[in-house]
Structures are given as C-alpha cells and as structure tokens.
C-alpha cells in the first residue's frame, strides 16, 4: 500500500497544539482537513492560529502568501462528530485517557465506512489496549507526532497486537510524503523515543543528588563535551516536570517497577512544590525577568606543559593527540595501555570505574579520568575526576594540558564513568533492549532518537563508533560500584561483543 493521495481527506480530532499542528501538516501536504474539538469555537480559533503562524513565515520571507493561503482553504472547522464520515484518516489528538480514546474510536467505528484508517496520536497509551473493543481493531495505529508538529521532523508509526502490516505502511508513506521522517515500532511502554531517552534524564539527576556537581556544569558538559541540543535540566525545564516526572512514572510503572526507569525524588520535590520549570517561571533555573542563568564550574592551571607522552592507543579519544600537537606539544609514543602521561600525572579514558578504584587496582598514582566527549577533536569542555590523595602539583599538570588543547575543564566528584560517558552508555544499554526485544529496527531506533529528540548519534550508533566492548565494560563497572540492577547491560550487548559484532551488522 502506498502513501494516501493528497485528495484524501484527513481529520484530527483535538484542536489543542498537538492537533492543531497536524492539522497544518496535512494541510501543508495538500489534504483537505477537518478539525474537530468538543469546545465550542475551539476548532475555528485554531484555524485562526495556524493562519498568523503561517503570517509570521510570509513576513519573515519563508512561505509564500499563496502557500499560506493554500492551506488555510484546506482546513475547515466542523462541530460534529458525523461529518468525518467519509474521512480517509482521522487522527485523535486529545487528552491522554485510555477510557476517553476507547469511547471516541468505538464511536467512530460507528460512523466511519471500512477503508478510512483511525490513528491515535498518543505518546503513551498502548494502541492494542486502545483497540481491543473494537470490532476491527487491526484499522487503528497510533500515529505519533513530536511537538510541535509542524517543525518536528519525527513520526513513530506505531503498531499494536491486531494492527494491520498494510495500514502500518500505508501511514508510514503518508508521513514522508509530508516531509516528516517516520519509523515503525510496536506498541509497547514509550514506544522509541519515551523510553530510549528516559537515562539522559535519569542519569543527571542521579549525579545532582550525588553532589557530583551542579545543573549548570551538568547541562554544559551534555552540550560541550555531549554534543546535545540541551542538557537535562534545560530541557526538563522546558518540557515542564509535571509532564515529565509524569511520563518517567507511567515507563516505570509500565515496567513492573524496573529500576532502569526510577524517577528522581528531586524531580518530584519539583513538582510538588509547583516548580514546573520555564511554565511556572523556576524549575532547575529561575526564568524570572531579569534573573541571571549561573555558570558552568571550570577549573584551571597555570602549569606550563611542552610535552606528552601517549601509551598505547587512546581509542575514541585518539583526537586530543592532533589537537595537543596544533598547540605544539611535543607528543612522544611509546606502546602502553591507552594512557597519557603529563609530568607526574596520569591520564585514562574512563572506563566506569571510580578514580580511587581504578588507581589502586591498576596501581596508577596521581590519576586523572578522562569523560566521553562526542569528537575530542572539537569539543569545547571535558569533564575530570581524579584519584584520592592526587599530588597537588599533579593534577594542576593533567588540567593545562587539557587546557592547552583547548578545553574548559570541569572538575567532578568520583563518580562512575563521569557524565557523559554513563549516560550514552545508559543510553545504548536501553536502545538494545528495545533492539532485542523487536520494538524498532536498529536503524528505526536511532533516527528516532536524532530526530525526535536531537540527539548527536543515534545510541546504537555511536555505542559502535566507541566500541562495544568499552560499553559493556563501562556498564559492568556501573553496576559493580552501585550494585544495582539498574545499570545491568541488555543480554544483546552482552552476545555482540562475544560475536564480535556491532549492533549494526
């Protein structure tokens, strides 16, 4: 089955953002809409919407007034639930209610002829439960856009136990013949991208209520050394908390109370105490008029190197040598472990264990530990921790050099594999798992995450980019320092490395 043809009729059902931005997608695709809100006058208001946004695009030069015009004669507004009686899709886009969603698409099963297709735009009810009353529940899917729609390039078309393979495919055309970049998953708790991104979250606040150090240094190291978009603080301050504590909450719960998704109690004293982030005006930071973001800690040297000595091959981190020798330190190589030594001090890639551990038992003085960064050879902070009982003199040596290739250097408490590291590891460990247990494609699995939630790499990729020997051994050393299963690596991880094969073989 192919794409619908643009003189299909579409309908959405909710006239909040969520709807009324599919609503302009559809449009903007050349498909008459009809919108649909049990609110009188809400439908015809965000129609209304839709038309200044679309304005502002004139003005700014990024639409023509025709195309604007174009797609506002697409939507009509409508009050009753009757006339998407000859509808070829009708998209539902309201509030998250199992019961709510069961009563409507059991209503329109009533109304609509056989060949229109019903879509659920839920990003956590399951679509086999939404559908099990029906009396053909393999004609509805869920239909999952990212807000707001009109901007953000991702749809997971999500399939539930009856779901039609051929519907499935059908929608997954029709969402990239609007522009937009589909992957296909089964209905299960968070589909892709709710619950492959639940340790970018996870993991930050678990170092903040270990004082590893602050949200500012957090959120900087995410985006200087991680290469995301956000860090985890901005970003929860942006989706609001309630909304995501809430859905942190609903993935554990569906879960069976799985530790890999334990919500945060910071997270919650947040929303208990109605700090609900850029919403309410203080969340993590305050975004009251006038308030100042605070900076990200840095620590600094003023030591002076000439000369470094690498053993052995750095790995993912081999881009610092180039970077030190532009800056014109003398690099001397000699055959060794995947260390560099500065002066007296030693520095390692980490590898998940804790600094002090890592030095005794691999008789390392003056350790220093190295985070991940995405590309060493353009990354503009790192982050350090250092053995106990580190001569002074020594570490100021270890952070000018790394100020000398020109990083800021932020300075952790001795946590397991740091903060970046855990959390793309966190987050590869998790999208295994949804690989292993047939959620999505590998290849689904990482588009989703780039172009869902922008991250740098899809996980799987870059877990093979790093090596997926290191992630095991950085996951295993997790679980070592916490003894929690939380940190326990997926069982496909475990079988890949043994094959010697990456996650995209």
């Given amino acids: 089955m192919t794409a619908l043809n643009s003189s299909a009729r579409i309908a959405v059902i909710g006239a909040g953002a969520m709807g009324a931005g599919i609503a302009q997608v559809a449009a903007q695709a050349g498909h008459p809409v009809l919108l649909l809100d049990n609110r009188p006058g809400a439908a015809a208001q965000a129609i209304e919407g839709i038309d200044r946004q679309l304005g502002k695009r004139v003005e700014n030069g990024k639409l023509s007034a025709e195309s604007r015009s174009a797609t506002i004669a697409r939507l009509q507004a409508v009050e009753a639930?009757?006339?998407?009686?000859?509808?070829?899709?009708?998209?539902?886009?309201?509030?998250?209610?199992?019961?709510?969603?069961?009563?409507?698409?059991?209503?329109?099963?009533?109304?609509?002829?056989?060949?229109?297709?019903?879509?659920?735009?839920?990003?956590?009810?399951?679509?086999?439960?939404?559908?099990?009353?029906?009396?053909?529940?393999?004609?509805?899917?869920?239909?999952?856009?990212?807000?707001?729609?009109?901007?953000?390039?991702?749809?997971?078309?999500?399939?539930?136990?009856?779901?039609?393979?051929?519907?499935?495919?059908?929608?997954?055309?029709?969402?990239?013949?609007?522009?937009?970049?589909?992957?296909?998953?089964?209905?299960?708790?968070?589909?892709?991208?709710?619950?492959?991104?639940?340790?970018?979250?996870?993991?930050?606040?678990?170092?903040?209520?270990?004082?590893?150090?602050?949200?500012?240094?957090?959120?900087?190291?995410?985006?200087?050394?991680?290469?995301?978009?956000?860090?985890?603080?901005?970003?929860?301050?942006?989706?609001?908390?309630?909304?995501?504590?809430?859905?942190?909450c609903s993935v554990f719960d569906a879960y069976y109370k799985d530790t890999r998704f334990l919500p945060s109690l910071i997270q919650k004293e947040l929303v208990d105490g109605g700090r609900l982030g850029r919403k309410s005006g203080q969340g993590f930071y305050s975004y009251a008029q006038g308030a100042e973001r605070p900076q990200a800690t840095e620590t600094s040297s003023d030591a002076k190197v000439e000369v470094c000595a690498v053993e052995g091959d750095l790995g993912i981190a081999q881009g610092l040598i180039p970077r030190l020798r532009e800056q014109g330190v003398e690099i001397i190589q000699r055959d060794g472990q995947g260390l560099m030594r500065v002066g007296d001090a030693v520095l390692a890639l980490s590898d998940g264990r804790m600094a002090c551990q890592r030095a005794r038992e691999g008789g390392l003085r003056n350790l220093i530990l190295l985070d991940l960064a995405f590309d060493y050879s353009k990354a503009q902070r790192i982050a350090i921790s250092y053995s106990n009982g580190i001569d002074p003199q020594a570490l100021e040596q270890?952070?000018?050099?790394?100020?000398?290739?020109?990083?800021?250097?932020?300075?952790?408490?001795?946590?397991?594999?740091?903060?970046?590291?855990?959390?793309?590891?966190?987050?590869?460990?998790?999208?295994?798992?949804?690989?292993?247990?047939?959620?999505?494609?590998?290849?689904?699995?990482?588009?989703?995450?780039?172009?869902?939630?922008?991250?740098?790499?899809?996980?799987?990729?870059?877990?093979?980019?790093?090596?997926?020997?290191?992630?095991?051994?950085?996951?295993?050393?997790?679980?070592a320092s916490y003894g929690e299963e939380r940190y326990r690596p997926s069982m496909l991880l475990r079988r890949r490395v043994a094959e010697g094969r990456t996650f995209h073989d």
């Fill in 398 to 479: 270890g952070v000018a050099l790394l100020q000398r290739a020109g990083f800021k250097v932020s300075l952790l408490s001795d946590s397991p594999a740091l903060a970046v590291l855990r959390t793309v590891a966190m987050l590869a460990n998790e999208a295994a798992d949804a690989l292993l247990q047939g959620v999505a494609s590998a290849a689904d699995i990482d588009l989703a995450m780039r172009a869902g939630v922008n991250y740098p790499q899809g996980p799987l990729a870059w877990a093979d980019a790093i090596g997926l020997a290191h992630i095991l051994n950085v996951l295993e050393n997790l679980q």
């Fill in 81 to 248: 639930i009757e006339t998407l009686a000859d509808c070829d899709l009708i998209i539902e886009a309201i509030v998250e209610n199992l019961e709510v969603k069961r009563t409507l698409f059991r209503q329109l099963e009533g109304i609509c002829g056989e060949r229109c297709i019903l879509a659920s735009n839920t990003s956590s009810l399951s679509i086999t439960s939404i559908a099990a009353q029906l009396d053909h529940p393999e004609r509805l899917l869920g239909l999952h856009f990212f807000n707001p729609a009109p901007v953000m390039a991702l749809v997971e078309v999500v399939s539930g136990l009856a779901s039609d393979p051929a519907l499935a495919e059908c929608l997954y055309d029709t969402a990239r013949a609007w522009g937009k970049k589909p992957v296909h998953t089964r209905s299960t708790p968070g589909f892709i991208v709710n619950r492959v991104a639940r340790p970018f979250y996870a993991e930050s606040l678990r170092m903040l209520q270990e004082g590893a150090t602050d949200c500012p240094t957090l959120d900087a190291l995410m985006r200087e050394a991680g290469g995301f978009a956000m860090g985890a603080f901005e970003l929860t301050d942006l989706i609001g908390h309630d909304v995501n504590y809430a859905v942190t």
